[in-house]
């Protein structure tokens, strides 16, 4: 009997780690999501973009020029799915909508900085990049 008690408590503390790996998954997947939507979001204000995005004070005449812009006065974007790549970095694909029209689904990254994840600024510079120019500030 104690055997089996031992087993079932056993099992339970799997089930229990297991169910915990999830949540922690989830809420690190809710986490990028956010940053996301933030950073894309035409109701976002600038400082609230280059605190979602990695090395954002590198990119602020960039997405400063992006918030002016007044084509993206109506911007959010929608995350599909994103797959953690160890700790510290993800895969996200999203679809960036101007008004209510989708433009292709893109695939980015997520990276966490100082702790914090963050919109992989290689998502950013490669949408950029569909423009034609490669602004500066993507250059290594």
Known sequence: MRRLALVLALVALGLAACGSSNHQQRLTQDK???????FFSSKSSVPERLGVLQDGPRFKALVTSFANNPL????SA??????????NKAKVTYTVRLGGSPLPKQTGTAVRQNGTWKVGYASLCKLVALEGSTPAACKP
């Open 72 to 75: 993206a006065k109506n911007v």
């Open 32 to 38: 990028i999501k956010t940053a996301y939507e933030t």
């Open 78 to 87: 929608k995350v599909g799915t994103v797959t953690l790549d160890g700790a």
